[in-house]
């Protein structure tokens, strides 16, 4: 209800489906002709015609029950359809993440179906659910948790232990884990991209403020300090039965679905402390302009507003009406004024935007010629003055209350919106009726209500204004409105952390992991005794890497040498480095090797398999544990590789890290090994697939692998 999002279709007709379905139609005889005077009556104007007044809206009501473990049951028959849907509303949210790691809940909830189950990975998942024309879908929003699941009544059974197992059992596998954390750095990489994306999250960062929850912003060292202990840890504190909600409508027996949800569930019985209340918003009013600058752009998108209040407040219905006749479609007074008459703006809105149960944001937001940007704003706050000085007009009020009529005829209009708003209601605590409760106070308005709450809640003085465009093409300058602009800083900080604690027990099961690794190579003693090695592979690069093939060679020697070549589109490319300092030559060009070049080389050095796997003998190095099948090796130079180990076989199978690009952020970095070799007595990466921040990007195979064959030093260090 506080969202505008239909304008389409009008009150009438909302009106004439209502009318239609209450007025019985006689469908005239095989061949009839009309009358000739029906033939020749005038089409009546549509202006004319009259419709009774909307019904009360009485949607389905759902069955309730309480489960033994304490989850809540809501149940809604429709046989129209042979379909079942529901979803579990779990209370929790990104709300509760830590402040170091925002983005938790957001991946705790991707992990959890893509990660599977115990019974099948998340790809087995998807085949079974793909073969019977269902889903399974999990994510974690601000203030709630949900797994939902859609299926043909004739496979439900099947579905919904699928859909109970990612509910209850759900494994967060690691390369999944890291799957999401590349997919997550994208979205913060591409977050500047979009001029409306800016504008939506640094308006709220700036309203409720970027250091509470409700205005954090995720960054890299958020998503990169993630681990898979945290995921594991904020899914077993928020989701059990008593802190979940089901419903489900369909085509079923109200009866026999309560029996097979008790069966189902019956062994989920997990219990933990209540949860705590959501923070609360504290933000005072941040009334000033701001710019968030992009140069990229030939216009500018604004928006101006302050923190507003929740759907259940008594004057919610006035403020609903009083925003839509402010801007609330083609007839409103935002878009007459700034886009008619003025043709100043692209596009132009308001909206009360009221939470269930936070203070939501009361917005007028749009684009306009960056030119114009001043004259539009200015415009602006003359129409909220305007609107809080005078009664608005009959004609303005019932056109504004048939729209929200309008869209209440829509609130109920497929069983899934039946289903997701009893949910809501009852996940916020708000009464069964409060629909109905809406509808009356919403006919009850007035033109004096309308005055009455732009007066009271509309705050001229505590309007923040932002602006995101391009400041060269503003004129007259955002300074013009009365006070300087404040231009945000848009930097998106590189990480500069990783992600497991160095705590005494973190430490030593670090240590206990890396020691069965060791094992499982072939023991640390024999990896000791390697004081070189030489390896020549062919790489195959995807799209992404550039679709070339080549053949590369790497040599390495004890305690920290190497040096690699290759072939390029720019020629033959022979790299060295001793750890401190290094040289590149292409073809006959050389030169000292630097910045981000010298960085990669120094990560693949520190990453050196042989000496990667005896890091507990490494000075300066820690080896801590992320969860029971992973550990996080670490430099006191601030390199990091987390280690994914096959918990069958002990031998390492996943090596995740950060490599730095030439420009913008490090890129996510994941080698998964899929065939290992054995030289010497030792297990080594014979064929490994690489992917880069979470797309595939290339794939090498050893040709041939030696150890301690007698390299010196002027091997390594000869150039060319």
């Given amino acids: 209800m506080n969202r505008k999002t239909i304008r389409s279709v009008s009150a009438l007709a909302a009106a004439a489906i209502l009318a239609s379905a209450q007025t019985p139609q006689t469908a005239p005889s095989a061949g009839a002709r009309p009358h000739p005077a029906a033939a020749s009556a005038p089409v009546p104007s549509p202006s004319t015609l009259k419709y009774p007044p909307l019904r009360p809206v009485e949607p389905p009501k759902a ?176 989701f059990f039965p008593k802190n979940v909600l089901l419903a489900i409508a369909g085509d079923f027996d109200t009866a026999k679905m309560k029996e097979q949800l008790e069966q189902l569930f019956g062994g989920w019985t997990v219990q933990q402390p209540p949860v705590p209340e959501f923070p609360e918003v504290r933000n005072k009013p941040a009334p000033g302009i701001y710019l968030a600058r992009k140069n990229d752009v030939t216009q500018a998108f604004f928006s101006i507003g302050h923190l507003s209040g929740k759907v259940n407040d008594k004057d919610y219905p006035a403020l609903t009406v009083m925003a839509d006749i402010l801007g609330g479609g083609f007839s409103s007074r935002l878009f007459l004024e700034i886009r008619t008459r003025m043709g100043n703006a692209y596009n132009i809105s308001a909206d009360w935007g009221a939470a269930f149960d936070h203070p939501g944001l009361f917005k007028i937001t749009g684009s306009t010629k960056s030119i114009s940007t001043v004259t539009t704003v200015k415009a602006i706050q003359k129409e909220v003055d305007r609107i809080r000085t005078d009664e608005v007009s009959d004609e303005e009020l019932h056109t504004a209350k048939d729209g929200a009529f309008n869209r209440l005829v829509f609130a109920y209009d497929t069983r899934k919106k039946v289903l997701n708003r009893t949910v809501n209601y009852a996940y916020f605590g708000y009464p069964p009726d409060f629909l109905q409760q809406y509808q009356k106070a919403l006919a009850a308005v007035t033109r004096a209500d ?233 297990r080594v990466p014979y064929q490994h697939s690489t992917r880069r921040e979470g797309n595939a990007f290339s794939e090498s195979s050893v040709k041939e692998f030696k150890v301690n064959s007698g390299l010196v030093l002027t091997d390594l260090e000869r150039r060319p």
């Fill in 63 to 238: 069955a309730t029950f309480t489960l033994p473990n304490g989850m809540r049951l809501f149940l809604i028959e429709d046989h129209e359809v042979p379909v079942i849907s529901g979803l579990a509303r779990i209370r929790t949210g990104n709300l509760f993440d830590p402040a170091d790691k925002v983005g938790l809940a957001t991946m705790t909830g991707l992990v959890m179906r893509t990660g599977g189950t115990r019974e099948m990975n998340g790809e087995q998942l998807d085949r079974k659910l793909e073969d019977m024309a269902a889903s399974v879908e999990s994510s974690i929003g601000e203030s709630a948790g949900e797994v939902s699941f859609f299926s043909l009544a004739e496979n439900s059974t099947g579905v919904l232990e699928a859909f109970r197992d990612v509910l209850t059992a759900p494994v967060f596998r690691m390369d999944k884990v890291e799957l999401a954390r590349a997919q997550l750095r994208g979205f913060v990489s591409r977050r500047n991209d979009d001029a409306n994306g800016i504008l939506t999250r640094t308006f709220a960062g700036i309203l409720y403020g970027e250091d509470t929850p409700y205005g954090w912003d995720m960054q890299y060292e958020h998503i990169d300090r993630i681990a898979r202990a945290d995921l594991q840890g904020f899914y077993k504190r928020y």
């Fill in 450 to 682: 309308v005055l009455r709450v732009a007066k009271e809640y509309l705050r001229p003085a505590d309007l923040t204004i932002l602006v995101v465009g391009n400041p060269d093409d503003i004129a007259p300058s955002l300074d013009s409105l009365g006070s300087p602009a404040r231009e945000i800083d848009m930097t998106i900080p590189a990480s500069k952390v990783h992600a497991a604690a160095t705590d005494e027990a973190s430490l030593e099961q670090g240590k206990r992991i890396l020691a069965r690794v060791q094992q499982a190579v072939g023991g640390a003693d024999k990896i000791a005794a390697v004081k070189d090695y030489t390896a020549v592979s062919d790489v195959r690069m995807s799209a992404a890497g550039g679709g070339m093939t080549a053949s590369e060679m790497e040599r390495w020697m004890a305690p920290g040498n190497i040096r690699e070549e290759g072939d390029t589109a720019q020629g033959r490319v022979v790299v060295y480095s001793d750890g401190k300092s290094g040289w590149v030559t292409r073809g006959r060009a050389s030169g000292i090797l630097l910045g981000t070049q010298l960085k990669a080389l120094q990560g693949d050095l520190f990453r050196a398999y042989f000496s990667l796997l005896l890091s507990d003998r490494v000075a300066g190095r820690t080896v801590s544990a992320l969860d029971e099948d992973t550990i996080e090796i670490a430099s006191a130079d601030g390199l990091a590789v987390q280690i994914a180990v096959n918990p069958e076989t002990g031998l390492p199978e996943r090596f995740s890290y950060l490599q730095p690009l030439a420009s913008g952020p490090p890129a996510l970095i994941q080698e998964t090994i899929t065939q290992f070799g054995e030289v010497a007595g030792l």
